[in-house]
């Protein structure tokens, strides 16, 4: 039995990780820290554990953390519990920066602790069935095109300052990149362009001379939401599957995947922190093209 600490009281914090860890029968949540103590009271209430008030407090309550943070604030969190010995169950993209992601996976391989970053879609069977798939010829590349409406009427995200701040970039590219890397390999070189509304367009150079476009909306109008994402190449122009469970299955599997790695004593996972780290260095090779307007080496 593992036991958690979860750290983060907003809604993503309250539906998917609280609600998983509650009903997982190798996962214990112990407690729960939040920035704001009342919120974190209140979720702690509704699942009949302990709000803490200090951080390392509920660290040396545990064995793992589940951290439901905006990013920079996890980065902080991560660290610090790496660095005690806690497992790391963490959420995309694991920091706003390439330094900050580069201390997370130091302390994680220094203190040998397990880890996994929550990538919704690699935790869908129907995902994880189609990246295992063989192949039969050479993939060309990807296309994806994702566009969501954050600030629609009802969206549980709406009132989020990090998304607002860095965009569909930082909040939606991490979601088909998770899916293209694993595919195409490691990107060498990014291109990127600013659009409508916030958006923007990724043109990546994988290592082994495959090219991805990627179209990236957080905030766009309702009627243009899409997931759209497609391999090319000789075995023709194929599709990726979606989802077909719930958020909160998927990170049911995501304890499972964490939980094993402590029980076998091997950690190492095909979305641990240092697969996070790859798509921070991306995400962040992105930004600086889009401030830039030019091509820019991704850091490996």
Same mark, same amino acid.
């Given at each position: 039995?593992?036991?958690?600490?979860?750290?983060?009281?907003?809604?993503?914090?309250?539906?998917?990780?609280?609600?998983?860890?509650?009903?997982?029968?190798?996962?214990?949540?112990?407690?729960?820290?939040?920035?704001?103590?009342?919120?974190?009271?209140?979720?702690?209430?509704?699942?009949?554990?302990?709000?803490?008030?200090?951080?390392?407090?509920?660290?040396?309550?545990?064995?793992?953390?589940?951290?439901?943070?905006?990013?920079?604030?996890?980065?902080?969190?991560?660290?610090?519990?790496?660095? $005690?010995?806690?497992?790391?169950?963490?959420?995309?993209?694991?920091?706003?920066?390439?330094?900050?992601?580069?201390?997370?996976?130091? $302390?994680?391989?220094?203190?040998?602790?397990?880890?996994?970053?929550?990538?919704?879609?690699?935790?869908?069977?129907?995902?994880?069935?189609?990246?295992?798939?063989?192949?039969?010829?050479?993939?060309?590349? $990807?296309?994806?095109?994702?566009?969501?409406?954050?600030?629609?009427?009802?969206?549980?995200?709406?009132?989020?300052?990090?998304?607002?701040?860095?965009?569909?970039?930082?909040?939606?590219?991490?979601?088909?990149?998770?899916?293209?890397?694993?595919?195409?390999?490691?990107?060498?070189?990014?291109?990127?362009?600013?659009?409508?509304?916030?958006?923007?367009?990724?043109?990546?150079?994988?290592?082994?001379?495959?090219?991805?476009?990627?179209?990236?909306?957080?905030?766009?109008?309702?009627?243009?939401?899409?997931?759209?994402? $497609?391999?090319?190449?000789?075995?023709?122009?194929?599709?990726?599957?979606?989802?077909?469970?719930?958020?909160?299955?998927?990170?049911?599997?995501?304890?499972?995947?964490?939980?094993?790695?402590?029980?076998?004593?091997?950690?190492?996972?095909?979305?641990?922190?240092?697969?996070?780290?790859?798509?921070?260095?991306?995400?962040?090779?992105?930004?600086?093209?889009?401030?830039?307007?030019?091509?820019?080496?991704?850091?490996?």
């Amino acid at each position: 039995m593992l036991r958690f600490g979860l750290f983060g009281t907003g809604h993503w914090a309250a539906q998917t990780h609280a609600a998983a860890l509650a009903t997982h029968p190798y996962a214990r949540l112990v407690g729960v820290w939040g920035r704001n103590p009342a919120k974190a009271a209140t979720l702690a209430a509704a699942y009949g554990v302990a709000p803490y008030a200090d951080v390392d407090a509920l660290l040396a309550d545990v064995d793992a953390v589940a951290v439901a943070l905006p990013p920079d604030v996890q980065a902080e969190i991560a660290v610090r519990a790496a660095t $005690a010995g806690r497992h790391l169950l963490l959420d995309k993209p694991l920091a706003l920066n390439l330094p900050d992601a580069d201390r997370i996976v130091t $302390a994680a391989g220094r203190h040998a602790v397990a880890s996994v970053v929550f990538f919704t879609s690699r935790f869908n069977p129907a995902m994880v069935e189609f990246l295992a798939r063989p192949v039969d010829g050479a993939w060309h590349g $990807a296309r994806g095109t994702l566009f969501a409406a954050i600030s629609e009427p009802g969206n549980p995200y709406g009132a989020s300052p990090w998304r607002h701040t860095h965009g569909g970039l930082w909040d939606i590219g991490p979601h088909v990149l998770s899916i293209v890397l694993p595919v195409l390999g490691p990107v060498a070189r990014v291109a990127a362009m600013d659009g409508p509304a916030g958006g923007v367009h990724l043109l990546l150079r994988h290592t082994g001379g495959a090219t991805s476009t990627l179209s990236l909306n957080l905030d766009g109008p309702p009627a243009a939401k899409t997931f759209d994402v $497609a391999f090319f190449g000789e075995p023709g122009i194929v599709p990726v599957p979606h989802r077909d469970v719930t958020t909160g299955q998927a990170f049911h599997t995501a304890i499972d995947a964490l939980v094993e790695q402590v029980d076998s004593g091997r950690p190492g996972h095909p979305c641990d922190v240092v697969f996070g780290r790859e798509v921070v260095a991306v995400l962040a090779a992105a930004a600086t093209a889009r401030a830039e307007q030019r091509t820019v080496q991704v850091r490996h």
